[in-house]
Nanobody
């Protein structure tokens, strides 16, 4: 059983940068594909980025060029560097882990989830 704990969310201003972290425990971290999702008020959970076991990243079009996912298997941690933040990036951000060997962009494909961390971007 893998446990995931996100941290780093807070209130920032438009244009600011923020780095989220997600620490994992209870499994061999390097074996998992990892993802970041977000849920804005009144909206469905949406894919933000993923990174597979071979360190290949994938970013949603809405964040491409602004957000970067990375992982440090030695620290059992996945990161989301967010630059040029906009008010529409406001959401609860979740990290997730997937046992299957390929990456995925839909929430149901992931096996484990963190509790989420709130990011609020003011204009």
């Amino acid at each position: 059983q893998v446990q995931l704990v996100e941290s780093g969310g807070r209130l920032v201003q438009a244009g600011d940068s923020l780095k989220l972290s997600c620490a994992g425990s209870g499994g061999t971290f390097s074996n998992y594909n990892l993802g970041w999702f977000r849920r804005a008020p009144g909206k469905e959970r949406e894919f933000v980025a993923s990174i597979n076991w071979n360190n290949r990243p994938l970013h949603a079009d809405s964040v491409k060029g602004r957000f970067t996912i990375s992982r440090d298997n030695a620290k059992n941690t996945v990161y989301l560097q967010m630059n040029s933040l906009r008010p529409d990036d406001t959401a609860v951000y979740y990290c997730a882990a997937r046992r299957a060997p390929s990456g995925a962009t839909i929430p149901s494909a992931y096996d484990y989830w963190g509790q989420g961390t709130q990011v609020t971007v003011s204009s």
